[in-house]
């Protein structure tokens, strides 16, 4: 069983950063891939970004590649995502989730889902 619990939304202009975390309980965070969805209102949620068990690999959706970055801190159970240069349109609320083994991008292949933390970036 994982728990996990995002932080670091809020609101912010055009063109400005925010850093998102998501803090995980349990012992076994390092056999975990770890990855960032987003859902705007009305639309399906979809896939940011993941990082794997040891954070030697991440992969990222198109549209944020450059931009963001997702990190992770095994000794911490932290795991992290760095967003510059936000637009309008990633308006929405941001989760974390766990899958084991290896890293995805479908979000039905995730196990543990945080509640979310709500970004909103205004023109």
């Known amino acids: 069983q994982v728990q996990l619990v995002e932080s670091g939304g809020g609101l912010v202009q055009a063109g400005g950063s925010l850093r998102l975390s998501c803090a995980a309980s349990?012992?076994?965070?390092?056999?975990?891939?770890m990855g960032w969805f987003r859902q705007a209102p009305g639309k399906e949620r979809e896939f940011v970004a993941v990082?794997?068990?040891?954070?030697?690999?991440?992969y990222y959706a198109d549209s944020v590649k450059g931009r963001f970055t997702i990190s992770r801190d095994n000794a911490k159970n932290m795991v992290y995502l760095q967003m510059n240069d936000l637009k309008p349109e990633e308006t929405a609320v941001y989760y974390c989730?766990?899958?084991?083994?290896?890293?995805?991008?479908?979000?039905?292949?995730?196990?543990?889902w945080g509640q979310g933390t709500q970004v909103t970036v205004s023109s």
């Open positions: 989730a766990a899958r084991r083994g290896g890293t995805r991008a479908g979000a039905g292949s995730y196990d543990y």
């Open positions: 349990g012992r076994t965070f390092s056999s975990y891939a």
């Open positions: 990082i794997s068990l040891n954070g030697d690999y991440e």
